[in-house]
């Protein structure tokens, strides 16, 4: 596609009439959270948009969030708004290959240096020196790192790139880290964790982006607040069974299939942040809890160490019955031992015991 | 050892897995001050019962649980000092009578007389105790009994009974089936106990006698807090009642010679009796269970009984007295807290040989006086003659002197039917 | 350490470190003051020791409280903190899921609202309790800083408990993290203080019957 045409002629081309165009800025409006008077400000940054150049990098992820981003059944906005930036550089959507493929990242890294935005999905291994993922014989840390100084803002989609991911938990073999880990305060980081994220939500950042230049406004875990500033408990439609105190027991029971409150079955939503709950997956369809399934709180960090997912939050994360049981024994046997020193203490008291006699009492008149 | 070693060491005996328990339990709630006659009439929270242990409590606490453990083997435990030791005799021995309320009264189920009483040998240990007790122990050591009272006094007395009887009191009586023991406020004070004994268990066909070298029961040893002491004059109970060949001692109207003698006696001298012991109370109810007490007449008098806290809420004797009193008393009436919950005297628990808290004693008496007054009696039946004592001190000192206070034994004696006996 | 990682940990090991030092200290406590004994005792029995004791451990519960104004308030105001706490932590489903990991079994939760209710009560006898500690001249001069401490030490899980299900500031993980550091420290500091007494008192209540009960005493 040719450089220099707006973003709205590749719509245009594609279909997308002004309405339908302007009905995406007023849902990404309020998305975003925003005012619906930011509709057509994002409409007009949208129309002026030139295709910025994006380079997406892989490194140690599943593939997962390129697919969640790409499914679709019906060609939607948000997919097209990706076909219509300039991708310059995408493992799995590109055509290129080889060193082609790498040139074309380089060239894209030179020419637009300070303003493209870079994304990445996937942890990045640094044990042994980052050889755990290379690409062209390139360890991921050492791409990225090259990639970072001309990135006007940095999107880490994923939580294996916001967080470390599956890569990251216990052991972490590979050294697993997030790309805040290696960016550190260089470059903006925005986190849109998930796993995977929903589509739409990757849409809306850049939306944002696009928009105003600048990046969302961020919680302290990077994630843009207009998507993740709520939890699932929040926003569930089960938490009036929750605050009564009415709950799934098991998959199956009358709780589950009068659509009461998954707590006891593990779910993660009190403590996980996202907009499952609203947003909802498959354009709206549904999400985890409606299915009928715990939520396993993949937007938060180190969510594959937290416990099993299907213990619930108010458990232990380890095994507790052997550790009580051995401490009811030991303190058993620690008690009738120092009973016995202490029996034995009195004796001694009593063999220094010097009987009491009448002069002891001492003068009396 | 230091005098505050001394005392230490004395504690250290005496905490045993009851008293760890009772401190491992307080919560300091204070509910022990409300059942404290001492607390309650003066409002001291000095009184407060738990309160007058915290030096055993301290030594528990560096002696007996971790953390006191290791902050002792640091050198972070600041030890029990002689002058705390000297600090608290006051509390232990004027503010305390071993009454035995506070162990009823506590939620978490302290012994709290028990740990006083355990106490008290700390303090003997290190050299304290009130001056009057001292005295008073000693005379029951050398003399053989705390008012000094021998053998003369009793004979005397015998001879008096004697006449009154016109027939023989027995004494040394080898085989009798019952040696009874006296408390010295009898022989000297209430000797119409002896023609009493003499006449109900002739008539009952009981054969008993007195010994002359163990008729003082009072156990001034259990009052100072000296297991030593206290199982000396112990062993001259047990040696006279071998001597004699006793199968049953009977402990008088008084109520540590009954704790004394039953209770602690066998665990002070470190074996069992050959003999049985009972309190003449216990006695009395048998025989008139048995048929044997017989009375005749009612008095009409207005009267109550005031349970002696070591024979009634620590003794477990609590309807005998009833059952006899009710046997002759035709008006009688429970003050409101009676039985086992009854208000101590104020003079037990060596209080009353302790000159410096008289003062204490009958100023707290408006307990008693407050229970009397709800009741308005004539007379105050009791059995117990420290309480005697202690309820005419009272009394006296609260202008209420009209009331009459009398033994148990004593009055029921007055309505005996041993008109059909043969005299001997 | 992020908030996840802490609540993790405070839900793993923290919770065995809590746990462990709780039960051994607690059941230590009990062990040794039954192990340390008593002498035989030489007397003859008026009557037994173990049925009278055990009678004490239920006769207690209905404590021999004078007519004053601290008897009064000690039951009403005792009691309210005591049978808030049971229910708050023995009767919230969340609750009897944790008791369920570790025991094996569970049992029937009540109403959410209810306990949310139990656990203010619970909370507004806590406040009576201090400021009656400090107002009354027996306590006051029986009262030391462990008595203070363990209340600032009990209160915490239940403020924090109440927090994390109407959450105020902070994210309702950070505050269940708070509850659960909370209720570690309470546990861990119980076999130290006087919070033993929730074990203690069966044996000390026992001990007075067991010796009463000899001399064939009702305690």
Known sequence: MPRDEYLTDILRRQGISRRGFLKFCSAMASLMALPPGMAPAIADALSKARRPSVIWLSFQECTGCTESLTRSHNPTVESLILDAISLDYHHTLQ??????????????????????????????????????????????????????????????????????????????????????????????????????????????????????????????????????????????????????????????????????????????????????????????????????????????????????????????????????????????????????????????????????????????? | MTTAQRAITAMVEQIDGPVASYFSSCVHCGMCADACLFYTETQDPRFTPIYKLLPMRKVWQQEFTFWGRLMKSIGLAKSVTDEEMAEWEELVYDTCTLCGKCSLACPVGNDITYMIRKFREAMVASGHAPQGLKEAMKRAIEIGSPMGITLTTLQAQIKHAEEELGYKVPIDEEGAEYMMVLSSAEIAQFQEIIPAVARIFKAANVSWTLCSTAFEGTNTGIQI???????????????????????????????????????????????????????????????????????????????????????????????????????????????????????????????????????????????????????????????????????????DHYNMSDIEVVGLTETLVQFLDDTNQAND | MNETELLTWLRGPGLLIAITIFVLGVVFRVIQNLAIGMPENLAEPKGSTFGPGVATVFRRFKFHRHSTNRGYFTLIAGYTFHIGLLLTLLFLDQHILLFKSILGFGWPALPTVLITFSALISIGALFAVLVYRVMDPVRRKLSVYQDYLVWVLTIGPLITGYLTMHPIGLSYTLLLSLHIISAEILLIAIPFTSLSHMASLFVSRWYNGAIAGYKGVKS
């Not at chain 1, 360890?139 to 989609?157: F, R």
């Not at chain 2, 004059?233 to 009977?250: C, D, F, S, Y």
């Not at chain 2, 620590?314 to 429970?334: M, S």
């Not at chain 2, 009353?352 to 707290?364: I, M, P, Q, S, Y």
Request: aromatic share 8%; charged share 25%.
């Open chain 1, 95 to 365: 055509a290129a290959s080889g060193t082609a493929a790498e040139e074309a990242r380089e060239h894209a890294m030179k020419e637009f240096f300070g303003k493209y935005l870079l994304i990445v999905d996937g942890s990045i291994p640094i044990k042994d020196g980052g050889v755990y993922s290379t690409i062209a014989g390139m360890t991921n840390l050492q791409m990225l790192e090259d990639a970072i100084e001309g990135a006007a803002a940095i999107v880490a989609v994923g939580t294996c790139a916001a967080f470390g991911g599956l890569p990251h938990a216990n052991p972490n073999p590979t050294g697993a880290v997030s790309v805040l880990d290696i960016v550190k305060d260089r470059k903006p980081v925005i986190n849109v964790p998930g796993c995977p994220p929903i589509p739409v939500v990757i849409t809306g950042v850049l939306a944002h982006y696009l928009t105003f230049g600048t990046v969302p406004d961020l919680d302290h875990h990077h994630r843009p607040l207009s998507f993740f500033g709520d939890s699932i408990h929040d926003r569930c439609y089960r938490r009036p069974f929750y605050d009564k105190g009415l709950f799934a027991k098991t998959f199956d029971d009358e709780g589950a299939r009068n659509g009461w409150c998954l707590y006891e079955l593990g779910c993660k939503g009190p403590t996980t942040y996202n907009a499952c709950a609203t947003s909802k997956w498959n354009n709206g369809t549904s999400f985890p809890i409606q299915s009928g399934h715990p939520c396993l709180g993949c937007s938060e960090p180190d969510f594959w160490d937290a416990g099993s997912f299907y213990s619930p939050l108010s458990t232990p994360s380890l095994g507790v019955s052997k550790v009580a049981a051995t401490a009811v024994a030991a303190g058993a046997i620690t008690g009738v031992a120092f009973g016995l020193y202490d029996q034995r203490k009195r004796k001694k008291a009593r063999q220094q015991h010097k009987k009491v006699s009448v002069e002891d009492l001492g003068e009396t008149s």
């Open chain 2, 225 to 395: 807090g000296s297991s030593d002491l206290a199982a000396e004059l112990i062993e001259r109970i047990v040696a006279g009642a071998e001597q004699l060949k006793v199968k049953t001692v009977i402990s008088p109207e008084c109520g540590h010679a009954y704790i004394a003698l039953r209770w602690e006696g066998p665990n002070l001298i470190g074996r069992p009796y050959k003999f049985k012991v009972q309190h003449i109370l216990e006695i009395l109810e048998e025989l008139r269970k048995q048929g044997k007490l017989k009375t005749k007449g009612k008095d009409e008098t207005r009267l109550t009984y005031h349970d002696p806290c070591q024979i009634a809420r620590r003794g477990g004797i609590v309807e005998q007295p009833r059952n006899l009193i009710n046997q002759f008393a035709a008006n009688f009436v429970e003050m409101k807290e009676h039985g086992e919950y009854n208000w101590c005297c104020g003079g037990g628990g060596g209080v009353a040989a302790n000159e410096r808290a008289e003062e204490r004693r009958l100023d707290v008496f408006s307990k008693k006086k407050q229970q009397l007054d709800e009741i308005k009696v004539e007379r105050i039946v009791t059995a117990c003659s420290n309480c005697r004592n202690m309820l005419e001190d009272g009394l």
